[in-house]
């Protein structure tokens, strides 16, 4: 970890560390469940495969999917302190464009969600200043940020998923008070904030995705209540209520990455736990309520890091921070 990681530091049984999380990814959007969505053919991984390195090596970063397939990274933090940096990934040159607008403000533990029309948004965070209520929009047609209205909470290391109309879903992450459930759904349409029921547990770290039916999974993290899980639970946007859990998983992981695959099951890899830095991966049926580990590693153990999943249902993984405590700008494709 490095040294610049000295702020918002609370307790985990003995030891103690940064309670922020470190990325926040774009989900395939599958609205409802149906028969052609469970009728998508498995995803089978056979692969990893090292690609171009980002030119900015940082951690806690956030990583979107713009709808042309580009893979878009902002933020974070680098060897050099905490970053405004954002760069772009063309997945079919396997090249990275560094000639993109910078994010408005240097800010690590963002969070954010690609959605319908395109542009990308993003929210919160931390710096120098503390926590970060600002929230930005990027459109990729005219490579611009503007301002929109700020998140209520002062919060880093929330959890971000687009909804199926469109709505940003914001929950959990820390503020000053500590790790919080509070959950708030931006309209982007409305330029507002609105107030949800908050989550019966306050977490730190895991990963939201959107699955086939509509509702919102979040895995993973630090618990307010205390300790690194491999549980999760549903939240439904139509009833805007939290539901049932699912069974934990394999591997608890804090700073992990996860995503919603093109067959409906979810993807949940990388972070870390007791036993240190991981490179391992677990996959959730959602339709069997069965978790598996898959047999292929990561070639780079690390967590706060980004992740997007590409059209053909293949994972890149960008960034993060390895073993060693080091920012790297390694990036990695699951196919």
Request: net charge neutral; with cysteine; aromatic share 8%.
């Amino acid at each position: 970890m490095s040294h610049h990681k000295n702020s918002c530091l609370a307790t985990w049984g003995k030891t103690s560390l940064l309670l922020l999380t470190a990325f926040f990814i774009l989900f395939p959007e599958t609205g409802k469940i149906s028969s052609s969505a469970l009728a998508q053919p498995p995803v089978h991984f056979s692969k990893w495969t090292e690609i171009a390195p980002m030119p900015t090596a940082r951690d806690s970063l956030l990583v979107l999917k713009q709808h042309d397939g580009r893979i878009v990274a902002i933020g974070g933090e680098a060897v050099s302190g905490v970053s405004n940096a954002v760069e772009r990934f063309d997945p079919n040159t396997h090249t990275w464009d560094r000639a993109l607008s910078p994010y408005p403000v240097a800010v690590s533990y963002l969070s954010g969600a690609t959605l319908p029309d395109g542009r990308l948004f993003a929210t919160g965070g931390f710096n120098s200043s503390g926590f970060v209520r600002d929230s930005y929009l990027f459109d990729p047609q005219k490579g611009s940020w503007t301002t929109t209205a700020p998140d209520p909470v002062a919060r880093a290391g929330s959890m971000a998923i687009v909804l199926a109309g469109g709505d940003v879903l914001v929950t959990g992450g820390e503020t000053e008070n500590g790790i919080t459930g509070v959950t708030e759904v931006f309209r982007p349409s409305e330029n507002r904030w609105v107030s949800m029921e908050s989550a019966p547990e306050g977490r730190l770290g895991g990963v939201a995705a959107r699955m086939p039916d509509g509702r919102v999974l979040v895995v993973g993290g630090l618990l307010k209540a205390g300790g690194i899980t491999s549980g999760g639970r549903y939240f439904n946007p139509k009833t805007k209520k939290w539901e049932e859990v699912i069974p934990p998983g394999p591997t608890p992981r804090l700073y992990g990455i996860g995503s919603a695959l093109p067959d409906g099951t979810f993807l949940f890899l990388d972070g870390f736990n007791r036993t240190g830095v991981l490179g391992s991966a677990d996959l959730y049926d959602p339709r069997t309520g069965k978790w598996k580990t898959l047999p292929l590693v990561d070639p780079v153990a690390r967590k706060e890091t980004g992740v997007a999943v590409l059209g053909d249902g293949s994972v890149i993984v960008v960034g993060g921070e390895d073993p060693k405590g080091s920012s790297i700008g390694n990036a990695t494709r699951l196919k």
